[in-house]
Structure formats: structure tokens, C-alpha cells
């Protein structure tokens, strides 16, 4: 850490603390947007036990996945695993939350 002598206030500024000043801004979770969804190499009875875990234990909201709800079609295991891991993950990433389910799910940066 090299010092600097700042010739106004009389003290030492360390060169670290001017190289944080002036590093470049890293993007934010906002500008990169990720996207948890089912593997598509995951089999259904994967998918399956992953999905009722996050419902039931995982605190995810399942009820849009439901019949007569908004999400419900494309009636599928993948489309409703998708769904499902993704609002966990969207409301539990920044608390430690992962995008796992027992390699049933994967990051994408594509929108689904």
C-alpha cells in the first residue's frame, strides 16, 4: 500500500483506499438478469420430487400453477418446474437461495 501525503488537510491518503474511488463500476443483479429454470435433462419424476419440495417446504407461491391460474398452461412438469424454481429463486437469491433442486434446475440468461 503506497501513501500519499494530501497537502490541504495534512494527512497520508492510503492508495488503496484511491484505487476503490476510482474503480469502474461492476453491473448490478438488475442489469444481469438470470433465470432459474427446470434442466432439460432432468427426467420428469425429478421434476416432480423438486417441484413439491420448493411448494411445500421451499416457500415458494405454487398457486399460479394451478388449474384455472394464470400459469397453468403450458400443462407440463418442465413449464410448472420452471415457474416454480424461478420465483424461489428470484425472491431467495439474495439470501442465500440457490438454483439447484438436486440438479433438476439450472441459471439461464435467457428469458424463458
Not at 453491473?27 to 435433462?41: F, S
Amino acid at each position: 500500500v503506497k501513501h500519499y501525503y494530501n497537502i490541504h488537510s495534512h494527512k497520508h491518503i492510503s492508495h488503496t483506499y484511491i484505487c476503490i474511488l476510482f474503480h469502474k463500476k461492476t453491473k448490478t443483479d438488475a442489469e444481469i438478469k438470470q433465470w432459474c429454470v427446470a434442466n432439460k435433462e432432468a427426467p420428469d419424476d425429478v421434476l416432480q420430487a423438486a417441484l413439491e419440495s420448493a411448494c411445500q417446504h421451499g416457500g415458494a407461491d405454487c398457486s399460479k400453477i394451478k388449474p384455472n391460474n394464470p400459469c397453468f398452461l403450458p400443462n407440463t412438469i418442465k413449464d410448472h418446474a420452471s415457474f416454480v424454481f424461478n420465483i424461489y429463486y428470484q425472491n431467495y437469491k439474495h439470501k442465500g437461495g440457490f438454483c439447484y433442486f438436486n440438479r433438476a434446475a439450472m441459471i439461464t440468461d435467457r428469458d424463458p
